[in-house]
């Protein structure tokens, strides 16, 4: 494979994190490059891989699922391959895990480079594979480290710029200030998962992404500048390198490649959905990667309950909760039959996101979520949890598609009066949800262009193509 030919086919290995929020996309991403005719090597682990979604006969032949195992590390819980299968709790010990996948990796790439006919010309990971990372610099095969989103990345504190040119400067005031606006409780949220995860695996979440960014040939970001151009441009100033965008990696608006059940009938969630009025129905899922204090779950019941909309809620078990009786609130699924419905398994999202009878999501604004929600122009009721969620938040509160819940300013709690005041207001028909609508409309032009995103696609593979052609395989770090 000559990648210095602008026709010849790049083998690109792909990396994600353990965790369902990037395993898809990344996915979505492996797809779109074997469109293009590019060999994709997809790694993970068994499990993760098994419970992917089956590929797209067009693009199967050219996508290897590689499997490594993971190690068992005791306290885990048995066959807990991705963040949804044990509790935040354990995140340490889910680190020290996959720092196991090091030693399988290492030699997975030393036999992929023993021949040229197999040999990557670029490996695509999260930043918290510093050890990936480093065994690319070590076989001579450039690495793409995949950022968070911009809102992040310029929320996060930094010296003030000492440069001279005040073009650079205005950069890290317009950072400081973002910085500033975080709330109190998720500045603390964010300091412990920086800090965190270290006492198992040695190395904090920002360690790790930091050693990983200095190793790295290139960033990319699942993002571009039409879906945050107020952050997007600062980011590469910030971080003193070229940000290369993907685009947002939306999936096909028809469902998605998920398989039909069995039997070829439709979820029960849908066929609920069939039953409800049009533009009437709030879907409610707040993501797999943390789940709610059973606290919190009832607070949410009890605000959906209050403000007599009808609604859709994927509602994964909340944390230290061991059977299903206390889920929810006593009573509250007799008292909103007929016009709720509470689902603790597995839904088909992107169907009841296209069902016309939704009318609103619910979401913790993790980005995917976001992509997905605002593919079908639905307006936002958004109670943010973790991580990059309260910035991704903010950013479509300013575009006005959606309402954040009311929160305390110290400990990020919420009410189940707050709920029903933000759920009302994006549902309840009105000016207010007029506004919304119109918000989320423009975002969904964004999202459902599917030219801007190919396009970044073909920019991402003519970036890859440019290093590989000029012999960065052999580049020392940050030499872009």
Known sequence: MDARSSSSPLHIVIFPWLAFGHLLPYLELAERLASRGHRVS??????????????????????DLVALPLPRVEGLPEGAESSHDFPDEMRELFFKAFDGLAAPFTEFLAAACADEATRPHWIVADAFHHWAAASALEHKVPFAVIL?????????????????DPAVASVFEQAAAAARAVPRYEREGMSTFYAGHA??????????????QERCTLTVMQSCVEWEPESFPLVATLLG?????????????DGGRRAPSTDGSEHATVRWLDAQPPGSVVYVAMGSEVPLRVEQVHELALGLELAGTRFLWALRKPSGVGGGTDVLPPGFQERTRGHG?????WVPQMNILAHAAVGGFLTHCGLNSLVEGLLFGHPLIMLPIYVD?????RQMEAKKVGLQVARDEKDGSFDRHGVASAVRAVMVEGEARRGFVAGAAKMQKVVADKGLHDRYIDEFVQQL???????SATAAPNSS
């Open 42 to 63: 997809y790694v993970s682990t068994p499990r993760n891989l098994a419970r992917l979604p089956p590929l797209r006969p067009a693009t199967a032949p050219r996508v």
């Open 148 to 164: 968070p989103t911009a809102a992040m990345l310029v929320t996060v504190p930094r010296p003030p710029s000492e440069h001279a």
């Open 199 to 212: 006492a198992s695996s040695g190395l904090s979440s920002l360690q790790r992404c930091l050693l990983t």
């Open 241 to 253: 390198k070229p940000v290369v965008p993907l685009g947002l990696l939306p999936q096909s608006p």
């Open 341 to 345: 419905l509470v689902n603790m398994g």
């Open 389 to 393: 969620q309260g910035p991704n938040a």
């Open 465 to 471: 193509r440019s290093y590989t052609s000029a012999g």
